[in-house]
């Protein structure tokens, strides 16, 4: 049970994965494993690069030790407001996975509410495939991931298909997903 400072960011961030991912189909595997309750949710308050990284090893640490959770989003609530401050922290994670073994284990997808895919603009509507309502680390089990993957049929189109969804929402529809998540709770986007 989340506390009360991770409370709003924790319901907030179900509000976009409810609404945006799978409300509109971003990841057709998450709609399973929030159903079955396998979704930890946890909130980092931390600023700094190590205490940060230190929350995503002692994160991969519970899913060692826990295989009831299948995913964690791990949201930081504080840190890497500023997206090019987020990418050179989500290239440290990875290293950092690679050095303490993780690597095949362990998979991170990576959400920001500035995401800005290389080679994009900032208003293409496509970002949002990958804009979360704050900076946030999506630890997947590798093993599992490659299950679902087999099981669903032509896994690669699925990139495709989200860019060509948003872009067909548009900008504006996608502003408004996200800001109403933001809305939940009334804690802004600031």
Known sequence: MPNNKQEPFTRTTLAWLKTVVIGHEICPFAKRELDRGSIRFTVCHDVGFESCLLRLIEECDRLDSDGGIETTLLIYADAFTAFDD????LELAQSLLLDQGYEGIYQLASFHPD????????DDAA???????????????????EQAIRAYPQPETIPQRNIGLTRCLGLAKMQALLAACYAQDGIGTE
């Open 127 to 145: 970002n949002y495939t990958n804009r979360s309502p704050y900076p946030m680390l999506h630890l997947l089990r590798e093993a599992s991931l």
């Open 86 to 89: 987020y990418l050179d922290f």
């Open 115 to 122: 995401y800005c895919f290389d080679g994009a603009t900032l």
